[in-house]
């Protein structure tokens, strides 16, 4: 008999799922800033959006060539996915080119916080190569420099990504908790009747790691 997790789920369904969820978020990554880098104000700033997308697809490569050693198929183990990280996007487009930028950080910093935790749930070996590409990088400190100088350039814009920072996170914590609860796997290994209790938990500390985040770059969480 194989293998099998706290909740009774097949061993390889979890983290074959969690992957497929990081690859779909690493590709849309790599749309998104691709086609956001277009707005930056400066070349060097439309460089660095470039560069970061260019990382999102290797990383986007490193996970589907991680799931066909799994003997799953990469694009099988997306499309469960892309309805609901597509609609998120639909419902948070942003208006210019510093919205663009917050939204870059707090996706990759908060999805990456969701990443680590869930993969607590799974294997050591699925740990160590989701800590590997959801750890913070340079990414994300590329990210979080934008926007510091940003906000030295122009103070005023502080008040209005506070806003659009809140506005994004709620978004992201919803989506979260939907994933987390409609997941039937997921909601297994979360010991069904306490999975409530422990998604609430889970969004309480990816709302808690924002929130520093947020008061260090200076806006208000």
């Known amino acids: ?112 916080d969701f990443y680590r935790t869930v993969s607590a749930f799974l294997d050591a070996g699925t740990q160590q190569f989701v800590r590997k590409v959801a750890s913070a990088d340079q990414a994300t400190e590329a990210l979080r420099i934008l926007l510091m100088r940003a906000l030295r350039d122009d103070p005023r814009l502080a008040s209005r990504l506070a806003l659009w920072g809140r506005r994004l996170v709620g978004e992201a914590l919803t989506q979260v908790q939907r994933v987390a609860l409609e997941h039937p796997d997921l909601r297994a290994v979360l010991h069904d009747g306490q999975a409530k209790a422990e998604v609430r938990r889970l969004t309480a500390e990816l709302a808690d790691h924002h929130g520093r985040r947020m008061t260090g770059l200076g806006l208000a969480a």
């Open 1 to 112: 008999m194989g293998t099998s997790t706290p909740g009774g789920i097949p061993a390889d369904v979890l983290p074959a799922e969690l992957l497929g969820a990081m690859a779909y978020g690493e590709l849309s990554a790599f749309g998104r800033l691709s086609a956001d880098s277009r707005f930056a104000p400066t070349l060097r700033d439309r460089a660095t959006f470039a560069k970061i997308a260019v990382g999102a697809f290797g990383n986007y490569a490193l996970i589907s060539g991680r799931l066909t050693e799994m003997g799953r198929d990469p694009e099988d183990a997306m499309l469960r996915f892309q309805p609901s990280f597509d609609h998120f996007h639909e419902r948070t487009p942003p208006g210019d080119w510093y919205e663009s930028v917050l939204k870059a950080y707090i996706i990759d910093t908060v999805s990456s």
